[in-house]
């Protein structure tokens, strides 16, 4: 079976180039097959209008899809992001559009930085109700790394979430907020050769529930979305980069259930909000996966190409 990624901001690592502006030969013809009909993100009433909401990396990919779907829901959206040039453009390009959305540079390994950048948040706005852990990074830091790499693996995955959440900590207690992590359903399958990303991720998952139980006295809910193989424009670079692409999409739409299609951003997107929102209030400690059936079906139904 092929080692994917997942996500932008959750994946294996891809060349770093540009994305190519006209649809790749091996891509022609097979949008229908990945994309499913999705008007521009509506506003479906979740009662999230005039939250103050965080996403960390939220410039591509997955954060980018969240910050759009809070944005549409009246929420006011701080990206914090070490893409800063990604990340402003984003947020200017919702703000002409009449959205509420801020952009934060913030290297989210530094304390320091993060604590500062929280506290700007709370000083212009008055109150903090959602924060997303959505930046990672899948490093393909394996078994045999040196530890220091381990190490730094797990400060970019897990330690940040942590330090983004103590944070934000008082200010969700304050608003009976809620928190929604990001996961992997690396941490759950196994992958191969990235041990690091993948404790950090196991460890997040735990995390959602330990976090759960310790801020349920305070009405605050925590709970995770776990992605598997979602279409982002790395993921898009990854397979250019198989010797196949064409036969390589197909391969791993193939084992993917429900419609033989990879997950949108926009589908992992507007699950975190829902569990961000008030139509969720009694849902916490969840691990939610979001992917077509990919994990839990039995491998008979994953095994290759539909009959």
């Given at each position: 079976?092929?080692?994917?990624?997942?996500?932008?901001?959750?994946?294996?690592?891809?060349?770093?180039?540009?994305?190519?502006?006209?649809?790749?030969?091996?891509?022609?013809?097979?949008?229908?097959?990945?994309?499913?009909?999705?008007?521009?993100?509506?506003?479906?009433?979740?009662?999230?209008?005039?939250?103050?909401?965080?996403?960390?990396?939220?410039?591509?990919?997955?954060?980018?899809?969240?910050?759009?779907?809070?944005?549409?829901?009246?929420?006011?959206?701080?990206?914090?992001?070490?893409?800063?040039?990604?990340?402003?453009?984003?947020?200017d390009e919702l703000v002409r559009a009449g959205r509420r959305v801020e952009a934060h540079a913030c290297e989210l390994t530094d304390e320091t930085a993060v604590r500062a950048t929280i506290g700007r948040i709370l000083q212009s706005h008055g109150h903090l109700d959602v924060v997303v852990n959505n930046a990672g990074v899948?490093?393909?830091?394996?078994?045999?790394?040196?530890?220091?790499?381990?190490?730094?693996?797990?400060?970019?995955?897990?330690?940040?979430?942590?330090?983004?959440?103590?944070?934000?900590?008082?200010?969700?207690?304050?608003?009976?907020?809620?928190?929604?992590?990001?996961?992997?359903?690396?941490?759950?399958?196994?992958?191969?050769?990235?041990?690091?990303?993948?404790?950090?991720?196991?460890?997040?998952?735990?995390?959602?529930?330990?976090?759960?139980?310790?801020?349920?006295?305070?009405?605050?809910?925590?709970?995770?979305?776990?992605?598997?193989?979602?279409?982002?424009?790395?993921?898009?670079?990854?397979?250019?980069?198989?010797?196949?692409?064409?036969?390589?999409?197909?391969?791993?739409?193939?084992?993917?259930?429900?419609?033989?299609?990879l997950t949108t951003p926009r589908e992992i997107a507007d699950a975190i909000v829902f569990l961000a929102s008030a139509r969720s209030s009694h849902t916490t400690g969840q691990l939610?996966?979001?992917?077509?059936?990919?994990?839990?079906?039995?491998?008979?139904?994953?095994?290759?190409?539909?009959?």
């Amino acid at each position: 079976m092929l080692s994917t990624p997942e996500s932008c901001e959750n994946c294996r690592p891809a060349p770093r180039r540009k994305r190519a502006q006209a649809t790749p030969d091996w891509l022609a013809g097979r949008h229908a097959v990945l994309f499913p009909a999705q008007h521009p993100f509506p506003r479906v009433n979740l009662e999230l209008e005039n939250k103050v909401v965080v996403v960390t990396g939220g410039a591509r990919g997955i954060g980018e899809a969240t910050v759009r779907s809070f944005a549409a829901e009246g929420s006011v959206v701080a990206v914090l992001d070490r893409h800063s040039d990604q990340a402003r453009q984003l947020a200017d390009e919702l703000v002409r559009a009449g959205r509420r959305v801020e952009a934060h540079a913030c290297e989210l390994t530094d304390e320091t930085a993060v604590r500062a950048t929280i506290g700007r948040i709370l000083q212009s706005h008055g109150h903090l109700d959602v924060v997303v852990n959505n930046a990672g990074v899948n490093d393909g830091v394996g078994l045999r790394a040196p530890i220091a790499d381990f190490r730094a693996s797990l400060e970019r995955n897990l330690v940040q979430c942590v330090v983004v959440l103590q944070a934000a900590l008082d200010a969700l207690i304050a608003a009976r907020g809620a928190v929604v992590n990001v996961g992997t359903k690396c941490a759950v399958t196994g992958q191969g050769g990235t041990s690091g990303y993948v404790a950090a991720k196991g460890a997040l998952h735990a995390l959602t529930r330990e976090w759960a139980l310790d801020l349920a006295r305070h009405g605050v809910r925590v709970n995770a979305v776990i992605p598997a193989e979602v279409y982002t424009p790395l993921y898009e670079q990854w397979l250019a980069q198989r010797p196949d692409p064409a036969a390589a999409l197909d391969h791993i739409r193939h084992l993917i259930p429900l419609g033989h299609r990879l997950t949108t951003p926009r589908e992992i997107a507007d699950a975190i909000v829902f569990l961000a929102s008030a139509r969720s209030s009694h849902t916490t400690g969840q691990l939610i996966h979001v992917d077509g059936g990919y994990v839990h079906f039995d491998r008979a139904a994953t095994a290759g190409p539909a009959a």
